[in-house]
């Protein structure tokens, strides 16, 4: 039977007579398995049987958490890692190992922003910021012979910017690359990637998916599906000694030994085994419960989120306010296609004031927390060409659509009065 999203969130990829029958997702807090027998090691190390091995590669409390949140993107297969930063550049390590290049926007994650122009090059991996993506026309000039996928965020940190994904899909397709997407601001809830085309969608679990500021965790999804056989990924096609065949001998590659997700598979083999940012048992099961909540929370959020970017609107001291649910934003059209329940809980303003003002006024608030992270529970409030994209250079910011009085807002979960009380005390402070 085919459950709704509310269903799978709670219920997703656990069957408690697997598990003592535990209602909750038990912890199995172990490095290790025991082989049944010589039989049994033999199988698990020639992926004729499935089973765990050790905790770096798979574990059983993870398997879980990637299980739920494959079913609610609608993916073929998930992979539980250790932070967002894991899932992104494994992710791209993996398309364009030994060389490439990978095409994205400058409306990013600060930490994604840094390292793509930081560390990537020192790996012969050169990634494009190009400011086309809302011009897919355009944006196809910048697709180079060795590119080899385009990696975008659903809706952007911290400006909203939304991606046409279907328009990015078709372009992708057309060169024979997959559309990578960041869905960390959008959560499932929001937005399934998936079915407007993407092959690979990542996350931060840090954020909204948990939602309780309490864990570093990341995952990546595919879709399935994807011509990886198409001459452009020959990591994917190379017959592998770990994979050999063992009755004749015949090394094997992942496509053929894992075609219904050879792409996630081989990050786990290679990336995850190799270089280790293993997901450990409580975080994922943290994860899991703060998923148990994720439609409530977020529908939440969202409503918060438009009665703050409402109220900013009509603030003098505030020069523009910008979330992709305000008519006035640019990113409303888009928005109402990609995201019919609201775009996400992050707003930001500019703060029209001197920078001592802006001081005085993020010093004045009281129940807002004053911290970077997203998607918690309790609302935060962030300075973010100081914090968050401080690592950027001014330039880098322009480019980035972060001006220096920008002020982003993650809408939480508290009563949207007393927020709003808060910051309106905070302005009369700042200004006073
Ligand atoms: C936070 C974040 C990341 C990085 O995730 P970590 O779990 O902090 O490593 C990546 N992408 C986006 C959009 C984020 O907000």
Known sequence: MAYQFDTLKIRAGYNPAEHKQSVQVPIYQTAAYEFRDTQNADGLFAFTET?????????????????????????????????GMAAISYTLLNLAEGGGRILTTPYLYGGSFDSFGRIYPKFNIHIDLSPNIHNPAKLEADIKEDTK????????????????????????????????????????????PIKYGADIVVYSATKALNGHGNLIAGLV???????????????????????????????????????????????????????????????????????????????????????????????????????????????????????????????????????????????????????VNVGDARTLIVNSPRTTHGELTSEEQQFADVPPNLIRISAGLEDAGDIIADLDQAFKKAFN
């Open 51 to 83: 089973g765990f091995l050790y905790t770096r590669v798979n574990n059983p409390t993870v398997d879980v958490l990637e299980q739920r949140v494959a079913a609610l993107d609608g993916g073929k297969a998930a992979l539980g890692l250790a932070s």
């Open 149 to 192: 996928a385009i990696f975008v965020e659903s809706v952007s940190n911290p400006t909203g910017a939304v991606a046409d994904l279907e328009a990015l899909a078709a372009l992708a397709h057309k060169h024979g690359i997959p559309l990578v997407v960041d869905n960390t601001f959008g959560t499932p809830y929001l937005i399934n």
């Open 221 to 371: 999804v595919e879709a399935g599906g994807f011509p990886w056989d198409n001459g452009k990924f020959p990591q994917i096609l190379q017959e592998e000694y770990v994979l050999r065949d063992r009755a004749s001998g015949r090394k094997r590659s992942f496509l053929e030994v894992f075609p219904d997700a050879p792409f996630v598979t081989r990050i786990r083999l290679v990336y995850l085994n190799y270089f280790g940012a293993a997901l450990g048992p409580f975080d994922a099961y943290l994860a899991l419960i703060g998923i148990e909540t994720l439609s409530e929370r977020v529908a939440k959020q969202v409503s918060n989120a438009r009665k703050i970017a409402e109220y900013l609107e009509k603030n003098p001291h505030v020069e523009w306010v910008k979330y992709p649910g305000l008519k006035s934003d640019p990113n409303y059209t888009l928005a109402q296609k990609y995201f019919p329940k609201g775009p996400g809980s992050v707003l930001s303003f500019g703060f029209k004031g001197t920078v001592e003002q802006s001081g005085k006024f993020l010093n004045a608030v009281e129940l807002l927390s004053y911290h």
